[in-house]
């Protein structure tokens, strides 16, 4: 996999997540190493997420992972404190800042299993009136 194919299939993961309950900014590094090389950036900004493939100066904290990591991070299948603690994430910079990306990603993880819900009570609806 190519870091461009990567970074895509990042973003689109959280494509649409609400997170404008979130009032503080947070601006994240991730440096990907190994297969899927690269960096980008992750920014909570006035209530709406912002992800760019560019190195962030002005960044709250640094994740050092592997593609795969990130990947198991994004779907819950991984905890972050978990991740860290076998030394499967590093992280640079300010904790309290970076122990709010578990709190992003169970936001996201909650908006899709309701969305997966919501289509699945829709399609019970349609056949039942149908």
Not at 14 to 38: P, R, Y
Not at 54 to 78: H, P, V
């Amino acid at each position: 996999m190519t870091y461009a194919e990567f970074f895509s299939e990042v973003k689109g993961a959280f494509v649409g997540v609400d997170i404008s309950d979130v009032q503080e900014h947070l601006a994240f590094q991730f440096n990907i190493i190994g297969e899927a090389e690269g960096i980008f950036y992750v920014e909570a900004k006035e209530g709406k997420l912002y992800i760019e493939p560019y190195e962030y100066f002005e960044r709250d904290a640094i994740f050092i992972c592997t593609a795969d990591t990130l990947r198991k991070l994004i779907s819950g299948e991984l905890d972050p404190i978990a991740a860290f603690t076998v030394q499967k994430l590093r992280v640079e910079g300010n904790i309290d800042k970076a122990l709010k990306l578990k709190e992003l990603v169970d936001k996201n993880k909650a908006q899709k299993a309701a969305k997966k819900t919501t289509k699945k009570t829709v399609k019970k609806t349609t056949k039942k009136e149908a």
